[in-house]
């Protein structure tokens, strides 16, 4: 049908029906709902969040990641999930046209996101490589050949330092400074690909599989470090300096700014991948799925910085005793830096040195400890795989959605972006690799991911309507709609990215940028500028991940696809099967001998005679059986062949999808 002025006009009588056969699931819930985990909890929950409840406050920073969290995080997850079970694909289109470049923008950060942080993974199979040795290697500085002398540059600062420094990284002095690819990075990057394109390219029910043990494995390996980790002497140090609640750090705007920073890096909001994996479960009820997963990553966060400042505590203390007299009085130890315990525990808690040297360290004096520090870096391991999976399919699902000629090689195409974000991640794998990695991490992450997930934010609550959106998805399952989801959606979200995305901003142009790099001949860390190349490189990612939405702001129809709902209408959704919509028009309605719910038929009769504007369930539920109808050649009455939409399969897990 053509509107007006020759634009798509919005189909006003359609009746569908989507059948569970119709697409590929995943096998049960809870397969659904640990995939969902795997892709939140990554090893960034390892690392990230301690580090950032040491450098603002303990327990204040804890505090306010649980109030944004519940504020923001959930709301947002939620409206992710139910956009991605109501609407398999293209869900910005059909909400608006020019919304087209969501998708894409989405895409790119994953790729940005996935290039650099799967080099976390490959230095995690580096330390795993390392650990089959009864003295770990960064337990004790190496011997000069041919002698019993200590290294004099590992003599200079501790065992674990050496090894991270001189040993893995191979760091040079500045970003400047290439010193060229490390070959055991090289390798080890290259392993964590080619099990990252092995994983994508096994079907759903292989894939799920795979997946939810390797969620299952390291919330195990979890569980084991902190039952040894409160036997350690000094870990309730650790945990003290944790739940330490200091009032007036609340009020800093850093906190809050990277305590929502945290909360989308944590959640996986703006990724688009939550959308993804949402699109194929079985299960309808969203609100209880995204309080769930929420829950799970909050407590998994909760549990590994339990680990980890116990693990510092232990540390810690054997530190201490072994850098001073055991008969010096306390007092005189309060005098000496590098002997007072407060010291001893801020030391190497930023960034990946809290894994890399100072758990690592810890790990040394565990008995037995390449037992343990071999199931640590496994569950490391086990989390960044199941993290990048999820971003792979980020990837990977917009594409094939916006550029339908290549849903025939979608099985090439995923194994081209593999290699493709390998070669980008070798950048990584330089002697000057940290540095780079710092800069993508500062730039590619926080700004552009707000102003994705404010934008979805904004399409939702405003464009299509944060009611008549919760409407429709209350409706399905069958609760009572609340004011205070509405509220949520339209106004506190909205304001509260908008002000973490005017302070990231204001933070950005006003700060001169600056990293942190190793200098060898003090064997400490300095604070250098960016150089001019290095600042225009990390604008550059900005601009390249959102410069889809810019395009299509300006270049997409001013038309929308969903109509906006007349006054006196309301919408009409038949519940056929577990996955069936129905909408019709009450004068177009044929008797159907489909069964359909309670609420449609009080809904058929308040609503007789009244024309209904399609909503976002049913328009995009229709996509899927229109394709169906006319690949198997069988009648259809909704619209011509040439009026279907294109549907992508889901590639590569779902290719049996369609």
Aim: proline letters at 5%.
């Amino acid at each position: 049908m053509e509107a007006e002025n020759g634009t798509p006009k919005a189909t006003r009588s359609l009746e569908v029906v989507v059948s569970e056969a119709n697409r590929s699931t995943w096998s049960n819930r809870t397969e659904y709902i640990m995939v969902q985990v795997g892709f939140c909890v990554g090893s960034g929950t390892i690392w990230r969040f301690p580090s950032l409840c040491q450098q603002n406050g303990g327990g204040t920073f804890f505090v306010v990641y649980v109030l944004l969290l519940f504020m923001m995080g959930i709301p947002l997850v939620f409206m992710e999930m139910a956009l991605g079970h109501l609407v398999c694909f293209g869900v910005w289109t059909k909400i608006h046209p020019r919304l087209w470049g969501m998708g894409l923008a989405c895409s790119m950060v994953c790729f940005l996101v996935s290039v650099y942080y799967n080099i976390f993974t490959a230095w995690s199979m580096f330390y795993l490589s390392n650990s089959f040795q009864y003295t770990l290697p960064w337990n004790q500085c190496p011997l000069v050949m041919n002698t019993s002398i200590p290294d004099p540059d590992c003599a200079q600062v501790t065992s674990s330092i050496y090894f991270w420094y001189w040993k893995t990284l191979e760091v040079t002095g500045n970003i400047e400074e290439s010193g060229g690819i490390v070959p055991s990075l090289f390798i080890c990057l290259l392993v964590v690909w080619l099990l990252i394109i092995l994983i994508s390219t096994q079907s759903l029910k292989v894939q799920g599989k795979i997946l939810y043990y390797s969620m299952v494995i390291p919330y195990a390996i979890l569980f084991c470090f902190l039952i040894r980790s409160f036997m350690l002497e000094g870990s309730i140090y650790g945990l003290r300096h944790l739940m330490t609640i200091k009032a007036s750090a609340i009020t800093s705007p850093i906190l809050w700014k990277r305590a929502g920073t945290q909360v989308f890096y944590n959640m996986g909001l703006g990724f688009g991948s939550i959308i993804v994996l949402s699109s194929i479960s079985k299960s309808k009820n969203c609100a209880q799925d995204a309080f769930i997963v929420a829950f799970i990553n909050l407590v998994s966060s909760l549990l590994a910085t339990q680990v980890v400042f116990s693990v510092l505590g232990f540390r810690a203390t054997m530190s201490t005793r072994e850098c001073s007299n055991q008969d010096l009085k306390k007092k005189v130890l309060e005098y000496v830096s590098d002997c007072n315990l407060e010291n001893q525990l801020l030391r190497y808690i930023k960034g990946p040195d809290l894994v890399f040297i100072a758990f690592a360290e810890a790990i040394t004096k565990f008995s037995g400890s390449p037992f343990w520090s071999v199931i640590f870096f496994l569950m490391f391991i086990n989390l960044g795989l199941s993290t990048s999976v999820g971003l792979m399919q980020g990837i990977l699902i917009p594409l094939l959605y916006n550029f339908p000629s290549l849903q025939n090689y979608s099985l090439a195409f995923s194994v081209i972006i593999g290699c493709l974000s390998f070669l980008c991640g070798l950048l990584f794998t330089q002697r000057s690799g940290l540095y780079f990695l710092t800069l993508f991490d500062e730039f590619a992450l926080s700004l552009p991911l707000l102003i994705v997930v404010l934008f979805e934010n904004i399409s939702v609550a405003w464009i299509y309507g944060a009611k008549r959106f919760m409407n429709e998805m209350w409706d399905l399952l069958g609760l009572n709609f609340s004011l205070m989801h509405e509220c949520l959606l339209r106004y506190v979200t909205p304001v509260i990215l908008l002000i973490l995305l005017i302070y990231n901003l204001s933070e950005m142009l006003l700060k001169s940028p600056s990293y942190r790099a190793w200098d060898k001949r003090s064997f400490t860390t300095s604070v250098l500028p960016y150089p001019t190349w290095a600042v225009f490189l990390g604008s550059s990612l900005i601009l390249l991940s959102i410069l889809p939405i810019l395009v299509g702001l300006l270049k997409g129809s001013k038309k929308p696809i969903i109509l906006p709902l007349p006054k006196d209408s309301s919408l009409q959704l038949s519940l056929t099967s577990s996955y069936g919509l129905s909408l019709t028009s009450q004068d177009q309605q044929a008797p159907s001998s489909r069964k359909t719910s309670r609420f449609s038929e009080a809904q058929t009769e308040e609503a007789s005679g009244s024309h209904k504007q399609p909503s976002l369930l049913s328009l995009s539920k229709s996509m899927g059986t229109a394709v169906g109808h006319v690949k198997r050649g069988d009648s259809y009455t909704g619209g011509s062949a040439q009026n279907v939409p294109s549907v992508p399969p889901l590639p590569p897990v779902a290719r049996e999808s369609l």
